[in-house]
C-alpha cells in the first residue's frame, strides 16, 4: 500500500526527478514523458467518467484508471536482467485480452464504418477521442523509448496499442452507435 504524507519534496525543482529503481533522471528524460502521458490520459479520463458517472463507461473507465497507474508503475522501473516474476509491479501480460474483449462486445453494437470519423459528436464522444490521441501520443513515447534501447514491456505498447482503439468504439458508441459520427469527406462538406 502507498502511503503519501508529504505532497512536496522540492527534490524537482532542479529538473530532476527520481524513478521507481531510485536513479534520478532529468525531468524531460523520454520515459519520464512516457510516464507524462500516461498521467494526462489517465486525467482525460476521469473527466470522460464524470460525464458519464453510472454504466458500463464508468465500470471500464475506472478499471483503465486504475490499469493505467499500473502501466506508470511498470514504466517508472525500468527492466533489471536479473528481475524475478513478482519483484516489481509489471502490468498484467492479460490486460490487452480484456479490452479486446471489450472492443469486441462494443464493436459488434455499431453502424459499419463509411469513411474516418472527425473527432466529436458529442462532448463525451469528443473527450474519448481527445483521450485516444493523447493514448497513441503515450504509445508513440514508449517505442521511443524502447527504440532508444532502453527496457520497456511489451505488454505496456500492446495495451496502449489496445486501448487507443477500444477509445475509438467507445467514442463511437457514445455517438447514437455510430449513427451521428461526423464523417470525413474527402475534398468536401462533412457529413
Not at 517508472?76 to 492479460?94: F, K, S, W, Y
Request: proline letters at 5%; one cysteine or more.
Amino acid at each position: 500500500m502507498v502511503n503519501l504524507t508529504k505532497i512536496y519534496t522540492r527534490a524537482g525543482d532542479g529538473g530532476n526527478t527520481h524513478l521507481g529503481d531510485g536513479s534520478k533522471v532529468r525531468k524531460t528524460d523520454l520515459r519520464v514523458e512516457a510516464m507524462g502521458a500516461v498521467d494526462e490520459l489517465n486525467a482525460i479520463l476521469g473527466v470522460v467518467i464524470s460525464l458519464c458517472p453510472e454504466g458500463a463507461l464508468d465500470r471500464i473507465g475506472r478499471q483503465i484508471q486504475n490499469d493505467l497507474f499500473d502501466v506508470g508503475a511498470d514504466l517508472c522501473r525500468p527492466p533489471i536482467t536479473a528481475e524475478q516474476d513478482g519483484d516489481v509491479l509489471r502490468l498484467d501480460a492479460g490486460k490487452p485480452d480484456s479490452l479486446e474483449r471489450w472492443i469486441d462486445q462494443f464493436n459488434a453494437g455499431l453502424s459499419p464504418l463509411r469513411s474516418f470519423v472527425l473527432p466529436g459528436g458529442t462532448p463525451v464522444a469528443a473527450q474519448l477521442h481527445h483521450a485516444r490521441t493523447v493514448c497513441r501520443r503515450a504509445e508513440r513515447r514508449v517505442i521511443a523509448l524502447r527504440d532508444e534501447g532502453e527496457g520497456v514491456s511489451t505488454t505496456v505498447i500492446t495495451y496502449l496499442n489496445r486501448l487507443s482503439d477500444l477509445l475509438f468504439v467507445l467514442a463511437r458508441e457514445k455517438t447514437d452507435a455510430g449513427q451521428a459520427d461526423i464523417l470525413w469527406a474527402p475534398g468536401n462538406e462533412p457529413q
